[in-house]
């Protein structure tokens, strides 16, 4: 199923142990990517379940990534925005069953890019995804974090 009409915004990944719902600063967007039509938006460092709350706030949710081209599409454009490494939170989520994941708009997509030896679910509660960069203790690719391990990403 494709959404090319949906509003999806990426998120850096960096948690705060309690959200705060203020308003997130948005560092880029809109961003139309011309293959599927989406608009994005790049927002502050948050928690996912901030992210997910101030994107449903500009009108959509965290963006499903259907396709190769898509995933590679967004990490030219945002992983790496401003010169500084960064992860971003993607509506990808464990459901209440162990390895089972789920895009936050129901989408039916089953396209992954997990990083080597992802999801590991290795601190426990990790049930929320983000496309990494490579880096110290980290692969390249989907890891699972908890919504307050993003401290891990630094940049």
Do not use: K
């Not at 961003?31 to 379940?49: C, H, I, K, Q």
């Not at 101030?54 to 790496?80: H, I, K, S």
């Amino acid at each position: 199923m494709h959404f090319a009409s949906r509003l999806r915004a990426i998120a850096i990944a960096l948690a705060i142990s309690i959200p705060s719902f203020a308003d997130a600063g948005i560092l880029s967007g809109p961003v139309v990517n011309p293959a599927t039509g989406s608009t994005y938006y790049l927002l502050e460092r948050a928690s996912w379940v901030r992210s997910q709350f101030e994107a449903r706030e500009l009108g959509g949710n965290l963006a499903t990534v259907e396709t190769a081209a898509e995933d590679q599409w967004l990490r030219d454009r945002f992983l790496n925005f401003g010169g500084t490494g960064r992860a971003l939170w993607i509506g990808l989520h464990e459901t209440g069953e162990a390895g089972t994941f789920e895009w936050i708009i129901g989408s039916d997509s089953e396209f992954r890019a997990w990083a080597d030896g992802q999801p590991n679910h290795a601190l426990g509660g990790q049930q929320y995804v983000a496309i990494t960069p490579g880096g110290f203790l980290r692969a390249e690719g989907w890891n699972d974090w908890a919504d307050g391990d993003a401290d891990f990403f630094g940049t």
